[in-house]
């Protein structure tokens, strides 16, 4: 006679199961996060082919040196919509290169620019992409969701992201593929900011970088004017703009 299995045996299997799982889990969360910060580089190596292409046709001049409108912040992240354009002309199609999926805000960010928008409304069309980076409309420039490090003029006439709002002063930012400073400061790197009440002195107070589980910046990604990416571990993250170290800025960028 056939006989089934005893309640003790089905507990053994089902705790068999439950500690497999147990320690399948934390594998498959560190797998899928390793997968957004490789997803992040290849962003970000995909921005550094359009801009390379733009370079060849442009006397060797990087994209997004155009004055922006009047009423922009001095930010890093923001830029003319010439910008954006220029990228379109170049090959972009996906507004998700613009992001760092390893960076649990951007979809906040998404909803916060233009409500409706995110999880629950797929952002994967050029359209898209201009309703948020201009907040529905709000906004005749575009605010990006990474920190673009190419010097540009604000709608008063002063560069930005420099040290005293002119390009008199060195401040090691590129402006073409043939600046020196190219090779040791980016163009491009994941929006890390702060408000200036939470001030530069601490990066893991910021929102954006790569972070698992923790409230620590684990890493972020560089996009340097060569084309080239760098991950970077959280302990070399630094307030880089901000009132006090960059002329005009509002909120702290770090990178």
């Known amino acids: 006679m056939r006989r089934g299995f005893t309640l003790v045996e089905l507990l053994v299997v089902i705790s068999i199961i439950a500690l497999l799982i147990g320690i399948l889990l934390p594998v498959l969360s560190k797998v899928r996060y390793s997968a957004k910060i ?49 990228m379109i002309d170049y090959g972009l199609t996906s507004p998700r290169v613009w992001y760092c999926p390893a960076d649990d805000g951007y979809l906040q960010f998404v909803q916060e620019k233009a409500p409706g928008w995110g999880a629950d409304n797929p952002f994967d069309d050029l359209d898209d992409m201009k309703r948020v980076f201009t907040a529905g ?7 990006l969701p990474l920190s673009y490090w190419v010097p540009r003029q604000n709608n008063k006439g002063n560069y930005f992201p420099t040290i005293d709002g002119t390009l008199t002063h060195p401040d090691g930012w ?4 043939d600046d020196v400073a190219r090779m040791r400061n980016p163009i491009a790197t994941d929006r890390i900011s702060a408000s200036p009440a939470i001030g ?31 991950l970077v571990l959280g302990s070399e993250v630094e307030a880089r703009s901000g009132p006090g170290i960059t002329a005009h800025a509002n909120y702290f960028a770090f990178y």
């Open 38 to 86: 490789n997803q992040c580089q290849a962003n970000k190596h995909q921005i550094g082919i359009l801009v390379t292409a733009y370079t060849v046709d442009n006397s060797g001049r990087l994209p997004g040196a155009e004055p922006i409108p009047v009423g922009t912040g001095s930010n890093p992240w923001d830029v003319s919509t010439q910008l954006t354009d220029d």
């Open 137 to 143: 409309g709000k906004w005749k420039h575009h605010i």
């Open 200 to 230: 530069p002195s601490n990066p893991n107070l910021a929102s954006g970088g790569h972070r698992a589980k923790s409230n620590q910046i684990e890493s972020a990604t560089r996009l340097y004017a060569d084309g080239s990416v760098e």
């Open 174 to 177: 590129p402006r073409t593929i």
